[in-house]
């Protein structure tokens, strides 16, 4: 799949057969997830490897989820044998005839079963053992997923991974009875295509001298009625921002009564009643007056300092973004302009008009960066940064155990989101209690003497959780199983796409009453 | 930890709930990507009996997500493989799979009752909103559920306690004026559903008079001279129709047949659109087709001049380089979709834009491939975008008509996603809303009512999930509002007026009486009730709907069923339900006083206390629109909150505007 050919080659250079045949088997097989992530998606979903440590029923439920849209490669790390409470909760093992089996083994085969482009491994072999004799093992993984890990391990674990910001992101997962949280550790998440909701500024106020010729050569009074009831909100609104312009100065509507003299002027061009496209501008008139200019969250990117010194060894997110910030401190001060029109009423003529014309001048402006990009970057993720560009995210991670050493921090939380604190404390105290007395029944009791050595106080609701946790500890529900695994697979295929924007802290699940939030 | 297998469920779901299980009776309907997900985790979580139906055999786009299913599979019934995959899991599980469709006559109320909890996983709107009404007839718990990508939303549902599906009006998909469709669209959507609803069928679907849709076009005062153009059009199909099922004029030399068609639409149709000056005056004329001319790469044709922009001669030919310069234009913005946030569609092989002659010979090809199989012995042919011969005839059709009326062409992954309403699903999103469907029947099972809760996916990474108590039932709602009773009779020996006097038990009071849309009586004209209800096709699965006529008593919903079978031949063929309905006494605000039953069913409660941090109530659009209070859920005068017509010309994806002078907005076809 040949991914950067222009325009003209992906048009004229195909064979007949090629161009009318049926799209071959991969893409029909993943039509519905294209649609979602695209190629660009798919390929990093395709070269990621996850390791997925302890092969519970969330484990095999989560990897469902990743090999079904077709990641490169899994491997289960666990040197258990299945006992026949797993053969009762685990979809991913062939029931009573796995018992006694290797559980890592068994459960291999059987997800890959659901997709033959999938590699997977079983290792028999404990984390201990990793991490004592083979630790760099690990970094070869794109992503780490564990699942209710023995809470010392567990800091080992995220202590390694966290010692060097090349390393793989880790999931770590809790789960007992109908109570569950996870949390993401990565050091920073750079994100291009963050899907954001927000539209890029079509820079009315500020139009570029195409559009605004475009808008000054039309005569409305001269139109006939149904041309007139076509001429898109845009071009109304920068012919009439140029006429007010005129007579104040050169000045957008400023005080509130201005606003709303531009407004009326606007009404009164129409020349029927029912003039939708008017009505949209009038009601898109404030663009007239907010002043377009870098979104405060993009600016704050170009505060990093990574900026100050590009090297080759800079990550390409950085050397665009220098671009960028460059680009954004010469006239007229704003992002560059995107080639996506919205929707409008208009006819077609007049609307495939304007989308050229706005799709000439995104195209210019692009020429201008890729002036500025000072090393070399595929042609293809400069197009797609300038594309997203009033979208762009960095997150910024923080190493697993941070809230927990945290007093103040957690005590604030508790204040505010009483019950997720609890949840949360209840499910450390578990792993910590279990971790330093693996063979006694946890009681209420003890687990609350555990949650006190993290938090003094006990936040409203505590009791509920702890009940929930010491009715069945670690007790793992096909139904928990199956949400979660659900929720974390997304958040994993989110890191390996670094599309659309992660959930950004501890995300505590509660399925009795069914809610999730994030401390 | 205990080494049963059950032990963790035993231990959680306490023992009470746990051995109900295994005797409890789910209905599943369907088994699509949350069907899957849903199957496996009642067979895990330990429920017994397990009834699952789907109508749809499975493709190979399903596999991404529907994870009982494998290559080898394709094709096969998807009940019969999720069952066969599934039950091999617990020994102790009854699964009985059924092909089929739920709305068909035998899965009537009485089938319904027989089940503890009905679970949907389903993909439309229809079905959704007909199992809905069969359970509230049947007074069973409902688990309703649906995916859109990455949102997704679960609604527990029960007659009484909660809204029901139809409670809250849903948005109807866009709709386009016939005329728009028909000869002057301005949208590749307009050419894509021509060529999907209309000109597929006229070509290979039934031989049926289509003059009914255009005899209700020309009653809402679309333009007469219009309408009979396209009258005499229809006509012409005939002869094509003819040629397209005679063996040697289609495939034998080069598709006699698809010139025939091409011809047809893309020349004399167009031709005789054309003479009709006055329609052109305001808006560009199309340009009409040449076959041969487009083949040898001599065709060009003006594209017509916007306002304010000077029009283009360019040529257009089968080789492409023409491309390069006249309608570079057009090129650049094929590849820039309106939605800003569009997958990037480069490099995926069915994401490239065909030349003219590209789609000239895909649709002769196409119609050359269909045309064989209606020689095979197959009846009629209908879209279906996992049908490749079918989505590349409507690429194709589409695209040349694209080009007669100057409107941008569409790729086939673009065509196949604004003909085939398709919807991105992935299997992250239905293992949620699995969880959360499961939960909420457990809720139902356990008759912890206060814990049911309608429950959002969202994509905001600080609120995930959103949940939102329940509404009680909309008082205005006319689907759960009625009052249900099932009369059990042999439709061929009951008349109509025998039921009605049998459900009023005798009362004299005035009434009409409906089977969905249709009236069949009224109390100015009773001429149908010494008819049979087989006679007036009011059969098993149906319901007839009484309405008080004063409006000052609920209406009453009878459902029809089967007689036992052991029913004597010598009594009477109905069986009259005991007790009798007794609708609900209506209590009529005077029209000037304030409303003295608040309405608080049009607006969301506020939320449970004790979720207030987390609980976030933002109402969708659909939510919005209602609470402007203006939409009637139920005019008086009518019985059903849907006509019947309406809906089924949904399905076609084309609808007649309620008037003719609406004007559709910019953009495709909604999606349910």
């Known amino acids: ?232 909100y845009v071009v109304i609104l920068v012919k009439a921002l140029e006429d007010w312009k005129a007579g104040h100065g050169g000045l957008p509507p400023q005080t509130y009564p201005e606003k709303q003299e531009f407004k009326k002027s606007i009404v009164s061009m129409k020349i029927k009643p029912d003039e939708e496209n008017f009505d949209e501008a009038e009601s898109q008139a404030y663009k007239c007056w907010t002043s377009t200019t870098v979104p405060s969250e993009v600016a704050e990117l170009f505060q990093d300092t990574r900026l100050t010194e590009i090297t080759p060894k800079t990550p390409h997110f950085f050397v665009l973004l220098a671009a960028l910030k460059e680009f954004t401190q010469q006239e007229p001060y704003t992002l560059p302009l995107s080639s996506t029109l919205p929707d409008m009423k208009s006819n077609t003529e007049n609307y495939v008009h304007l989308q050229k014309l706005y799709k000439t001048r995104a195209e210019e402006e692009k020429g201008v960066i890729k002036k500025l990009v000072v090393e070399p970057v595929d042609d293809d993720l400069v197009d797609s940064f300038v594309k997203n560009a009033h979208g762009l995210k960095l997150l910024k991670g923080k190493p697993w155990g941070t809230l927990n050493g945290d007093k103040e921090a957690l005590a604030n939380s508790a204040g505010a989101l009483p019950k997720q604190v609890s949840a949360h404390l209840a499910l450390s105290a578990l792993a910590t209690f279990h971790s330093d007395y693996p063979r006694a029944t946890p009681t209420v009791d003890a687990l609350t003497t555990e949650a006190t050595k993290i938090l003094p106080e006990r936040p409203e609701g505590w009791d509920d959780a702890v009940g929930e946790v010491v009715r069945a500890p670690f007790a793992d529900l096909p139904n928990t199983a199956a949400f979660l695994g659900g929720l974390i697979a997304q958040e994993v295929i989110k890191m390996i796409t670094k599309q659309y924007v992660p959930i950004n802290g501890y995300c505590v699940a509660d399925l009795v009453d069914s809610w999730t939030g994030v401390i | 930890m205990s080494r049963h297998r059950t032990s963790h469920a035993l231990a959680i779901l306490g023992p009470e709930l746990h051995n109900k299980l295994p005797e409890t009776k789910v209905l599943l309907v369907g088994a699509g990507g949350i069907g899957c997900e849903l199957l496996k985790n009642i067979v895990l979580t330990g429920f017994g009996h397990i009834t699952l139906l789907d109508l749809d055999t499975i493709d190979l786009s399903n596999l991404n997500r529907q994870f009982l299913f494998r290559k080898k599979d394709v094709k096969q019934s998807k009940a019969m493989i999720a069952a066969q995959t599934a039950a091999g899991f617990n020994p102790n599980v009854h699964i009985h799979p059924i092909h089929a469709n739920i709305k068909e006559p035998q899965f009537d109320v009485r089938w319904f009752q027989g089940f503890d909890i009905v679970l949907n996983a389903l993909d439309n709107l229809d079905a959704r909103r007909h199992v809905n009404r069969m359970c509230m007839a049947a007074g069973v718990p409902l688990v309703e559920s649906g995916t859109a990508g990455y949102l997704g939303q679960v609604q527990p549902l029960l007659k009484n306690r909660t809204e029901c599906f139809d409670c809250l009006p849903k948005p109807t998909p866009k709709t386009f004026p016939v005329c728009t469709i028909r000869s002057t669209p301005s949208q590749a959507i307009h050419c894509i559903v021509w060529s999907k609803s209309y000109l597929l069928s006229q070509l290979f679907g039934e031989d049926e008079d289509s003059s009914g849709e255009l005899d209700d076009a020309e009653k809402q005062g679309e333009n007469a001279q219009e309408i009979a153009t396209l009258r005499k059009e229809a006509q012409a199909f005939k002869a094509v129709r003819s040629a397209l099922r005679s063996p040697q004029s289609s495939t034998s030399n080069g598709g006699d047949a698809a010139r025939m068609a091409f011809r047809k639409v893309f020349n004399a149709d167009i031709r005789n659109l054309l003479s009709m000056s006055d329609m052109w005056r305001s808006r560009a004329p199309p340009t009409p087709l040449d076959f041969d001319a487009i083949m040898d790469g001599t065709f060009s044709h003006k594209k017509t001049p916007a306002n304010g922009v000077n029009g283009k001669e360019h040529a257009v030919n089968g080789k492409g380089n023409a491309h390069a310069s006249g309608s570079k234009v057009a090129e650049e913005l094929l590849h820039s979709s309106p939605n800003g946030d569009a997958p990037n569609t480069k490099g995926l092989k069915d994401q490239q834009v065909l030349s003219l002659k590209d789609n000239l010979e895909l649709f002769t090809s196409s119609i050359n491939r269909l045309a064989t199989r209606l020689q095979a012995g197959e009846d009629t042919i209908s879209f279906d975008k996992d049908d490749d011969d079918t989505l590349d005839f409507v690429t194709a059709a589409s695209n040349l008509r694209s080009v007669a009326y100057g409107i941008e062409e569409k790729t086939r992954w673009e065509v196949k996603e604004m003909a085939g309403n398709i919807i991105p699903a992935i299997a992250t999103t239905n293992a949620i809303v699995l969880g959360l469907i499961v939960l909420q029947a457990l809720h139902f099972l356990r008759k912890s009512y206060k814990r049911l809760k309608n429950v959002h996916i969202q994509l905001k990474p600080s609120v995930p999930l959103s949940s939102i108590s329940l509404s009680p039932p909309n008082s205005l709602c006319g689907i759960c509002r009625d009052t249900y009773t099932i009369l059990a009779c042999d439709p061929e020996r009951t008349t109509l007026g025998e039921v009605v006097s049998g459900i009023l038990g005798g009362v004299e009071r005035d009434v009409s009486i409906y089977e969905d849309k249709r009236v069949l009586s009224d109390p100015d004209w009773d001429d149908n009730n010494e008819r049979t209800l087989a006679s007036l096709n009011v059969t098993k699965g149906k319901f ?129």
């Open chain 1, 1 to 232: 799949m040949k991914e950067s050919q222009d325009i003209e080659t992906a048009t004229t250079a195909l064979s007949p057969t090629n161009a009318t045949g049926p799209p071959d088997n991969k893409t029909r097989r993943y039509d519905r997830q294209l649609r979602l992530w695209a190629a660009s998606g798919q390929n990093a979903l395709e070269s990621s490897r996850v390791l997925v440590i302890n092969g519970t029923a969330t484990s095999t439920s989560t990897l469902k989820n990743l090999v079904l849209p077709g990641i490169g490669h899994f491997t289960i790390l666990d040197p258990s044998k299945v006992t026949p409470a797993d053969a009762g909760n685990n979809f991913f093992l062939n029931g009573p005839n796995s018992i006694g089996k290797s559980r890592a083994e068994e459960e291999v085969r059987l997800l890959l079963e659901l997709n033959d482009g999938v590699e997977g491994m079983a290792d028999t072999r404990s984390l201990d053992e990793v991490l004592d004799t083979d630790p760099e093992w690990i970094a070869g993984f794109t992503v780490v997923i564990a699942h209710n890990l023995d809470s010392k391990l567990l800091d080992r674990l995220a202590t390694f991974l966290w010692s060097d910001d090349s390393h793989p992101c880790l999931f770590v997962i809790r789960s007992s009875g109908f109570l569950a949280e996870f949390y993401i550790q990565y050091h920073e998440h750079a994100i291009i295509e963050s899907h954001s909701e927000t539209a890029p500024s079509l820079r009315i106020d500020k139009a570029f001298p195409g559009l605004l010729e475009y808008a000054k050569s039309l005569d409305f009074k001269s139109m006939d009625p149904t041309e007139h009831s076509h001429i898109p």
């Open chain 2, 544 to 672: 007839l709907t009484i309405v008080d006529e004063d409006g000052e008593l609920g209406t009453i919903a009878v459902a029809l069923c089967e007689l036992p079978p052991n029913h004597p031949i010598d009594s009477l063929p109905c069986i009259l339900p005991s007790p009798l309905p007794s609708p609900p006494r209506i209590v009529k605000p005077p029209p000037p006083a304030p409303p003295t039953p608040p309405r608080q069913t049009l607006k969301r409660r506020v939320p449970h206390d004790d979720d207030d941090e987390i609980t976030e109530i933002e109402p969708n659009a659909k939510r919005v629109k209602i609470s402007n209070g203006n939409t009637k859920i139920r005019p008086a005068e009518t019985p059903l909150s849907s006509p019947s017509k309406r809906r089924k010309l949904e399905e076609d994806g084309l609808v007649l505007m309620e008037s003719a002078t609406d004007k559709p907005d910019d953009g495709v076809i909604e999606i349910d």
